[in-house]
């Protein structure tokens, strides 16, 4: 059995399905199919012909190619590029162009406890970590490395993991904590003022052009990295990723020590895998506090 396999062998990966916003989300996808339908009327038969077009009845935005700046042209040296010859322009291009496929493994923190000023794992959440951490070491994949946020639970969950992976090199990252990152759409009443959006959204951003990427041109093979954050985080990262509206990340719900595995190609296209797998954990273990 492959590692992707073992991997995904108890989940059952959800996958979003409509395509829709670019790089900076500036075209929204369309509330309603509209069609523009000019009727003409035939003389003989005296019936309605209508003449829509297939792009009025499938509205959609394109693919952003070079969402994260790292096309080859984007690396080169521009000067020397404009003053090359065609063939040494090939070589330059050839050179930035990324070879490697990343795939990045989000693990959402374990269960917390929510009446603690420092929120640390409850013993079901670390039962949870100790399980995540069994099926990626169970896996076969061999992994590069492990990032987690600064903030105690996840700290504790990537901990965990780590008993199970002793030799993975791993770092934290203040960039990585919760925070919210941007007015989801329904709004809902509760949810945080403004400047928390203005401040935490553009934290949240930065995050997402450090990590999730197209691999480096120096990288030759494909790589497997884990990312120990939050839910908030996560959800941002794959609309994101996937050239989504920003507004709909609180439309998915996930797991505590959930799986969401993100695909970034060398082409600079983006697959899902799996978004909130908890296959991993019994009915009895589940929660999403």
Not at 17 to 27: C, H, P, V
Not at 123 to 143: T, Y
Not at 272 to 286: N, Y
């Amino acid at each position: 059995m492959t590692g992707f396999s073992k991997l995904v062998k108890f989940g059952v990966p959800t996958t979003a399905a409509l395509l829709s916003g670019g790089y900076w989300y500036e075209k929204k996808v369309r509330s309603n199919l509209q069609t523009d339908v000019t009727p003409a009327l035939n003389a003989e038969s005296n019936s309605l012909f209508f003449s829509p077009t297939f792009a009025d009845a499938f509205p959609y935005t394109k693919w952003n190619s070079n969402w994260d700046m790292r096309d080859p042209y984007f690396l080169i040296d521009r000067a020397k590029y404009e003053v090359a010859s065609e063939s040494e322009k090939k070589e330059m291009l050839e050179k930035a162009k990324p070879k490697a496929t990343r795939n990045i493994i989000l693990i959402r923190h374990g269960q917390y406890n929510l009446d603690s000023s420092k929120h640390e794992l409850t013993p079901l959440g670390r039962e949870q970590a100790l399980k995540v951490g069994e099926r990626l070491s169970n896996s076969g994949i061999v992994f590069s490395r492990l990032v987690m946020s600064t903030m105690t639970r996840a700290m504790e969950t990537a901990t965990l993991i780590l008993d199970k992976l002793p030799e993975l090199p791993s770092s934290s990252d203040s960039i990585l904590e919760e925070g919210a990152p941007y007015p989801p759409e329904p709004p809902v009443g509760h949810w945080k003022p403004k400047h928390n959006f203005y401040a935490q959204g553009s934290r949240i951003e930065a995050a997402f052009r450090k990590y999730i990427h197209r691999a480096s041109p120096k990288q030759k093979e494909d790589s497997f990295e884990i990312i120990v954050c939050h839910a908030n985080v996560i959800r941002y990262f794959v609309c994101r990723a996937l050239q989504f509206p920003p507004e709909g990340w609180l439309r998915m719900s996930l797991g505590n020590c959930s799986i969401t595995w993100l695909v970034v190609r060398p082409s600079g296209k983006v697959t899902i895998r799996t978004l909130g797998d908890i296959g991993h954990l019994p009915k009895e273990m589940v929660s999403f506090s």
